[in-house]
């Protein structure tokens, strides 16, 4: 201010400044900028433990070891009388962990004799090879007496100790593996049979007791269906209220209360869902347990209010004066909705229901009411199959003692949070594919 | 009724040299918003291919009674509206009337420049398209052509159809909205302050385009600049208070007005 006032004297003076402590308000404003720059750092400091914790554990989860050697179907052992061709369960129901005994124990050279030996090395297949083999024989009858070279899945012990994830210091009478089989176990990997390959088990198996056979294959399609059912009844139904709500309903108490109303059951905690789902899907209308179905539908209904909101918000953003020259222009509030409001609404609308998908993906608490957490080895053909998910399947490794459900566990845990980077990658790109500027 | 042909054209001009024609006629035109009352009994008749001028200070109800024209006062909750307002003898508060067909013949222009976040070409063809006005995509060119060429826009952006009609200048893109309103061939138009965005060179252009108009179309101005009034109106009309003043030949209006009021205000004793 350059401003002269005029003295009660008539002499022309400076006028007294008050002390506004500029300092103070700069060194304010320094303050809260490092408050900021604090909380961020906090933040980012635990999103990184977050993520080095899971990953440091979990990586090791996408590697199996396996052992590689001839096995020899020998038809001695599959089917000894022959009867195959009148009785195909005949193929089904063999002995094929003893096959694979037999092959190992057949490079280790243990003797067919040596009874306590072959157990040892029987512990270190997993009993996975059953069906591993069975598939194999009975895809193609034709292998029977002859010799192939097979890599053998080995047992969840035994990729534990190969990962270094036992500690073999211990007593050899309190560890799982003993220092036979380890001893067994290098001898392998020098000669090149045993080593460590790129573990697509845990992608496509179904759930098992042994960590080594377990997959999210069966949580997958489960989550798959879910996500797929709460986008084709949460998105038309929220968006269909929220342009009623927002365009259409007279503003009166019984709307007002409405609103109160969504807002609150945004609120609600998930497991509340659950119940509900439980009560009305599952007792009152008789829906299978362990569905996705219901999953899904119980999931719709707690994605509900999150879309509501999300797309009143969009709708809200709306300049009015594009409502107007709709009107102005003769188009019925219809029309002017649907031509010229909901496409500019449309980025909020789909970030609003990305979000609200991907926090309906991470939803665990409601699905175990609707026994979700059911153990499900089969893939699940239709939503009214049993299967579970992806969070509900973590959960279900995390409570597992097996050393080897720890790596399992956090594995999954990396391809769920992969799944919600691609998600919300997908919401920042449909944003920016719909925005346009007004 | 074509208004585009000019057997139209000089017969509406004929009919206005012998005789007063009334496009619009309002009687004792009130309006309510919720309690409050915006306009008193307002008494005022829009003469044909006439540019009629509506002045007044800020609330003074101008634009409130110009909404009233083409309902737009509709979409305001609690607004109410009493009296009569006829467009060619049609009451068109009646019931009878529906809304939609009323605005494509009242067209209306905004304060604010508002195109669609759309191309050009979209923004004009969409209300031609919502109102059936053209069969085949031929036809919708040419509709579009007609506009532009009709708001003195057609030369500027004749290369460039397709692109948004929100990258054009605040000017272009208020003649842009008369383009479009004009696209869905109104018998009236209505203009909310239609320049109090622009620039003066971008308004003289709106102003020479209101001129032009004026020869196939009725307008109505809502304008807070008395000069603007004088330029582009043959009539005038003073709103204070809710209430009309006066409504006279812009000539007179300017020089001689019948009511104290209009003097003050026009020499900016007030508003």
Known sequence: ?438 | MNMLSEAAVEKALDKKMNEVAYKMIGKDVSVYYGEKRALFDVNLNVRENTVTALIGPSGCGKSTFLRTLNRMNDTIEGCRVTGKITLDEDDIYDKEIDVVELRARVGMVFQKPNPFPKSIYENIAYGPRIHGLARNKADMDQIVEASLQRAGLWAEVKDRLHEGGTGLSGGQQQRLCIARAVAVSPEVILMDEPCSALDPIATAKVEELIHELRANYTIVIVTHSMQQAARVSQRTAMFHLGQLVEENDTDKMFTNPDDQRTQDYIMGRFG
């Open chain 1, 1 to 438: 201010m350059t401003d002269v006032v005029s003295s009660p004297a008539g002499v022309l003076a400076k006028p007294a400044r008050r002390d506004i402590g500029i300092k103070r308000r700069y060194a304010a404003e320094r303050r809260f900028r490092a408050y900021g720059i604090a909380a961020l750092s906090f933040g980012l400091l635990f999103l990184a433990l977050l993520l080095w914790s899971v990953v440091s554990k979990g990586y090791t989860a996408f590697q199996q070891t396996m052992i590689t050697v001839p096995v020899e179907f020998s038809e001695q052992i599959i089917d000894k009388d022959n009867e195959r061709a009148t009785d195909p369960q005949k193929l089904v129901t063999a002995n094929y962990p003893l096959i694979a005994r037999n092959a190992v124990a057949k490079v280790l050279g243990v003797a067919e004799t040596d009874r306590s030996g072959l157990r040892a090395v029987n512990q270190m297949i997993s009993d996975g090879v059953r069906g591993q083999l069975r598939d194999m024989v009975v895809a193609n009858p034709q292998i029977i007496g002859t010799t192939q070279t097979v890599s053998l899945l080995a047992a969840g012990d035994i990729d534990s100790a190969f990962k270094g994830q036992i500690d073999l210091s211990v007593s050899e009478n309190n560890r799982k593996v003993s220092d036979q089989q380890v001893g067994w176990m290098n001898q392998l990997a020098e000669s090149g049979a045993l080593g460590k390959h790129f573990n697509t088990g845990i992608f496509v198996n179904g759930n098992s007791s042994r960590p080594e056979a377990a997959g999210v294959g069966v949580a997958l399609i489960g989550s798959f269906y879910m996500m797929l059912i709460v986008l084709v009844l949460a998105l038309p139904i929220g968006v269909a209220a929220s342009i009623y709500l927002e365009e259409f309903a007279p503003k009166n108490k019984f709307t007002d209360l409405i609103e109160v109303n969504i807002n609150n059951l945004a609120a609600v905690p998930s497991i509340v869902y659950g119940l509900l789902g439980l009560a009305v899907f599952i007792n009152f209308m008789g829906l299978p347990r362990s569905a996705s179905l219901v999953g899904g539908l119980v999931l719709t209904l707690m994605t509900l209010p999150t879309i509501i909101i999300a797309t009143r918000a969009a709708l809200k953003a709306v300049p009015p004066s594009i409502r107007a020259a709709a009107l102005g222009l003769g188009a019925s509030k219809m029309q002017t909705i649907f031509h010229h409001v909901l496409p500019l609404a449309m980025p909020g609308i789909l970030t609003g229901t990305i979000i609200g998908l991907a926090h309906a993906l991470g939803e665990t608490a409601p699905l175990l009411l609707i026994g979700m957490v059911a153990f499900v080895a089969n893939y699940p053909t239709t939503p009214m199959d049993p299967s579970t998910a992806l969070p509900v399947q973590i959960y279900m490794w995390a409570n597992e003692a097996e050393r080897a459900f720890v790596e399992r566990t956090s594995g999954a845990i990396i391809i769920l949070l992969l799944f919600l980077v691609v998600m919300n990658v997908g919401a920042i790109l449909l944003r920016r594919r719909f925005e346009r500027r007004w």
